[in-house]
């Protein structure tokens, strides 16, 4: 039961936002708002941030004039992001892997790898599905995943990290199917030390292409880091996946 949930209790512990997302803001605003130059959204598209933590994509992209929904399993994350909802910014706890909108938002967003966590391949591809019926004929999905290739040859497998008062000691190792990181974290504010082992899948852009392919989703561009350089499989450290949902004839 703990490895199927490791990110439930990982997602809402305070630590994990303070390790990843205290971090420079305008790095990811820089990349949103890049993003959307060549996107080249119309004024008020609908936009639907999957897994959008405690909403910090979600807010630069309401800045801009868009209808932004965001939706995260984190019941602490989305509670702290509802201070921010607006006219066009809107937070609810969801699990990408159960049904949601239907043909409802114009883009949809999947940041930071946030995705890749589940269990199984079905369980990843339940959550295409919701991503794919929650986009109009059409709409574009925009994910942005690690490249495994690049991260197999790059992985620090330890070291060190203090933030604000908190030291977190994190070992990384990977197998044929998966990469982990253990993450050990001591604080002043605990007796002992507190242990997550994150576990994220090894999806290539040919695993993609088949899941989004199954979903009625053709990918359009592939990009491999954040300043929208071409993928390459063994020299960029992202795989930035634009794909298009297919415009079938009958669908609502």
């Known amino acids: ?11 809402n512990s305070s ?21 959307i130059e060549h996107l080249k959204p119309l004024p008020g598209s609908r936009m639907l941030d999957v897994a959008c ?8 992209l309401a800045s801009l004039g868009f209808n932004v929904t965001g939706i995260d399993i984190s019941v602490d994350s989305i509670s702290y992001a509802k201070q921010f909802e607006n006219d066009n910014l809107e937070f609810f706890v969801h699990d990408m892997r159960l049904p949601a909108w239907g043909s409802y938002f114009d883009y949809a967003f999947n940041f930071f790898t946030s995705f890749g966590y589940f269990k199984t391949r079905r369980e990843h591809d339940d959550a295409i599905r919701t991503i794919a019926r929650s986009l109009k004929p059409g709409g574009l999905f925009v994910i942005d995943y690690l490249n495994i290739h690049y991260a197999e040859n790059h992985i620090v497998h330890s070291e060190e990290k203090a933030v604000n008062g908190t030291s977190y000691r ?15 974290v001591d604080d002043p504010s605990i007796t002992q030390p507190l242990v997550y082992t994150e576990k994220v899948a090894k999806f290539t852009l040919g695993d993609f292409t088949d899941m989004l392919a199954f979903q009625d989703m053709q990918v359009q561009e592939v990009f ?15 795989l930035i996946i634009i794909a298009r949902k297919k415009n079938i004839k009958g669908s609502r």
């Open 1 to 11: 039961m703990a490895e199927q949930a490791w990110y439930k209790d990982w997602f």
């Open 15 to 35: 630590f994990y936002h303070k390790l990843y997302f205290e971090r420079d803001e305008k790095e990811a605003e820089a990349f949103i708002k890049k993003l």
């Open 53 to 60: 933590g405690k909403g910090r994509h979600s807010k630069t």
């Open 170 to 184: 994190i070992l990384r190792w990977h197998d044929e199917s998966h990469f982990f990181k253990k993450i050990v």
């Open 224 to 238: 491999g880091d954040y300043q929208f350089h071409k993928y390459h499989v063994k020299e960029t450290p992202r």
